[in-house]
T-cell receptor
Framework: GAVVSQHPSRVICKSGTSVKIECRSL??????MFWYRQFPKKSLMLMAT?????????EQGVEKDKFLINHASLTLSTLTVTSAHPEDSSFYIC?????????????FGPGTRLTVL | GENVEQHPSTLSVQEGDSAVIKCTYS??????FPWYKQELGKRPQLIID?????GEKKDQRIAVTLNKTAKHFSLHITETQPEDSAVYFC????????????FGIGTKLQVIP
């Protein structure tokens, strides 16, 4: 099946620093990738839709200047949390969409646990 | 936008019994309904999905039913095993790959040995 990787898996940083998270589709091309945020024992909340070669589409309430998304190629999207604060601590998960296959679905990366001190 | 409601939020069953999780959706244009299983600290894993042109789909001990008129769909797990314990999310979208997916709040399933 389709494989999506995410790096790093865990990051701890000081308040005020920026953190970059990478999402890669390893064995397929993903025109569209999605970034989610998940708080403990909560559901996945879509933050933004990342389209290769164009600007990301952010969900209502998500600060685009704080959560910078770049989808530079068909296999890589990055999420940068700028000037991170403790309230940004969360589990960030990306997913990549496939189409044209027998199963037309989204596959998730393993997630990145961000802890801001 | 789409709104997906899921219940129950927690479910405990004895090993070997069946578990049923129900979801409703609001967007009549949604036509793809995946179910994900997420273990603690891990990524959601697709376990089964169904499209709007199908009323029921089964894969071994897992089945999903869809009532498009009523806008609800359900996950059925039979002969539950301890390894089925996890959080299950239903979701809905207008397609699979390129459209955003809206998730339910999740159901924490505990299978008691």
């Amino acid at each position: 099946g389709a494989v999506v990787s995410q790096h790093p898996s865990r990051v701890i940083c000081k308040s005020g620093t920026s953190v970059k998270i990478e999402c890669r589709s390893l064995d397929f091309q993903a025109t569209t990738m999605f970034w989610y945020r998940q708080f403990p024992k909560k559901s996945l909340m879509l933050m933004a839709t990342s389209n290769e070669g164009s600007k990301a589409t952010y969900e209502q309430g998500v600060e685009k200047d704080k959560f910078l998304i770049n989808h530079a190629s068909l296999t890589l999207s990055t999420l940068t949390v700028t000037s991170a604060h403790p309230e940004d601590s969360s589990f960030y998960i990306c997913s990549a969409g496939t189409s044209g296959r027998v199963t037309d679905t989204q596959y998730f990366g393993p997630g990145t646990r961000l802890t801001v001190l | 936008g789409e709104n997906v409601e899921q219940h129950p939020s927690t479910l405990s069953v004895q090993e070997g019994d069946s578990a049923v999780i129900k979801c409703t959706y609001s967007d009549s244009a949604s036509n793809y309904f995946p179910w994900y299983k997420q273990e603690l600290g891990k990524r959601p894993q697709l376990i089964i999905d169904i499209r709007s042109n199908v009323g029921e789909k089964k894969d071994q001990r897992i089945a999903v039913t869809l009532n498009k008129t009523a806008k609800h769909f359900s996950l059925h797990i039979t002969e539950t095993q301890p390894e089925d314990s996890a959080v299950y999310f239903c979701a809905a979208s207008r397609s699979g790959g390129y459209q955003k997916v809206t998730f339910g709040i999740g159901t924490k399933l505990q299978v008691i040995p």
